[in-house]
């Protein structure tokens, strides 16, 4: 059984950071491409960050030198680390497994 359990998010203000975490069981996250998404109040949800199994990663062009993805291979987990964040950053943030399983979720806000 796949589980994924995101934790980390909270309110933050303009030009802190957070860190998410994935918690990953089931599945090795050595072998098996991750991402982070979000979710707006109002928006579609929207790939923020990825990582391949090979280890390459690409970014949403809005984060782009503000987040970086990654992963621990002893914990299983994959991590968003945030940092400037801006008040657009405020959303639903989801980790998904090969492109197929969900998390249920950590919300970060975002105060200017």
């Known amino acids: 059984q796949v589980q994924l359990v995101e934790s980390g998010g909270g309110l933050v203000q303009a030009g802190g950071s957070l860190r998410l975490s994935c918690a990953v069981s089931g599945r090795d996250v050595r072998f098996n491409a991750m991402a982070w998404y979000r979710q707006g109040p109002g928006k579609q949800r929207e790939l923020v960050a990825a990582i391949a199994s090979n280890g390459a990663t690409n970014y949403a062009d809005s984060v782009k030198g503000r987040f970086t993805i990654s992963r621990d291979y002893a914990k299983n987990t994959v991590y968003l680390q945030m940092n400037s964040l801006k008040p657009e950053d405020t959303a639903d943030y989801y980790c998904?497994?090969?492109?197929?399983?969900w998390g249920q979720g950590t919300q970060v806000t975002v105060s200017s």
């Open positions: 998904k497994l090969a492109n197929k399983y």
